[in-house]
């Protein structure tokens, strides 16, 4: 059964002190892996889409790697308007049904 | 606007009583999805839809019906409502069901 663990369930962090968060996964065929980022009362924004082990991917502060268990979304030097909830899903090569796991809230304090 | 949009934002209805969610996306995707998200839960896919006319079950589909006549809209019925159909209710699209999917602002539903 594919399934999606994320942790740490919720992170607080001071402006500027990097840190990373997790994302295990179990797969019957990797299709791809996504990583979401949802502001409280909206719908998850895309980010990343990452397909194999060792690929990576950057956005402004935010780096997303690969490995074939686990990704991870880097954070380095985070600001307060990094603070949101960052979803992760992996979509399997046995269906359209991508799989979304819990979030990790993210709280950067100024 | 373009985008993908979702009415009502927020509905209390009582247990028992059939409600509607609606869900209008402009981009003319071919895949669109019914998700709800629940503390602990995350998001669960409810139903999906490859095309017009083309359904499937999700994860969670019990006590919902969904129909896809025209490829821009996706409306999910909840047949009689129930308390533990109390969540908030995402409806997203992607171009081909394995790129990213862009989602709506979502309906909190309240059954009380």
């Known amino acids: 059964e594919d399934q999606v663990t994320q942790s740490p369930e919720a992170l607080r962090l001071q402006e500027g002190e990097s840190s990373s968060l997790n994302c295990s996964y179990t797969?019957?065929?990797?299709?791809?892996l996504f990583w979401y980022r949802q502001d409280p009362g909206k719908g998850p924004e895309f980010l990343f889409t990452?397909?194999?082990a060792g690929e990576e991917k950057e956005k402004e502060r935010l780096k997303a790697t690969l490995t074939k268990k686990e990704s991870f979304l880097h954070i380095t030097a985070p600001k307060p308007e990094d603070s949101a909830t960052y979803l992760c899903?992996?979509?399997?090569?046995?269906?359209?049904?991508?799989?979304f796991g819990a979030g990790t809230r993210l709280f950067v304090k100024a | 606007d373009a985008g993908i949009t979702q009415s009502p934002r927020y509905k209390i209805t009582e247990t028992g009583r059939q409600v509607t969610l609606m869900c209008h996306q402009t981009?003319?995707?071919?895949?669109m999805f019914w998700y709800r998200q629940d503390l602990g839960h995350g998001l669960r896919l409810i139903y999906y839809?490859?095309?017009?006319?083309?359904?499937d079950k999700g994860e969670v589909p019990d006590g919902y019906v969904v129909s896809r006549s025209k490829t821009e809209n996706f409306p999910l019925t909840l047949e009689s409502a129930t308390r533990s159909q109390t969540s908030v209710y995402f409806c997203?699209?992607?171009?081909?069901?394995?790129?990213?999917?862009?989602f709506g602002q979502g309906t909190r539903l309240t059954v009380v």
């Open positions: 997203a699209s992607s171009i081909d069901g394995t790129t990213e999917a862009f």
């Open positions: 797969v019957s065929g990797l299709r791809g």
């Open positions: 990452l397909y194999s």
């Open positions: 899903a992996v979509e399997g090569t046995g269906g359209f049904k991508t799989i």
């Open positions: 981009w003319s995707h071919s895949y």
């Open positions: 839809s490859a095309a017009a006319d083309i359904t």
